[in-house]
Nanobody
Framework: QVQLVESGGGLVQPGGSLRLSCAAF????????MAWYRKRPGKQRELVAD???????VYADSVKGRFTISRDHPTNTSYLQMSSLEPEDTAVYYC?????????WGQGTQVTVSS
């Protein structure tokens, strides 16, 4: 059984930075893409960043230039570096891993941007 465990969320002031981590535990092979989604209050879950196996990444327009997704292949860990955070970035952030046959979600980590 595969479990994704997220960490790194918390409270940060506007303009601050946070780095989220998502590690996969269990037998998981050939991860094709690792992504981060978020659910802001009163809104639907949305894609924030998605990194393909070849390291190509796509970002939501709202986070381009501020967020960076990366991965560590040996440990099956995804990172989301968030900078210049804004109150509108307040959300529960979820990681998502997909192999050819399966997909997995993390439990979510709260990020609150407030002064």
């Amino acid at each position: 059984q595969v479990q994704l465990v997220e960490s790194g969320g918390g409270l940060v002031q506007p303009g601050g930075s946070l780095r989220l981590s998502c590690a996969a535990f269990g037998r998981i092979f050939k991860i094709n893409n690792m992504a981060w989604y978020r659910k802001r209050p009163g809104k639907q879950r949305e894609l924030v960043a998605d990194e393909q196996k070849d390291s190509r990444a796509v970002y939501a327009d709202s986070v381009k230039g501020r967020f960076t997704i990366s991965r560590d292949h040996p440990t099956n860990t995804s990172y989301l570096q968030m900078s210049s955070l804004e109150p509108e970035d307040t959300a529960v952030y979820y990681c998502y891993f997909a192999t050819r046959e399966w997909s997995y979600w993390g439990q979510g980590t709260q990020v609150t941007v407030s002064s």
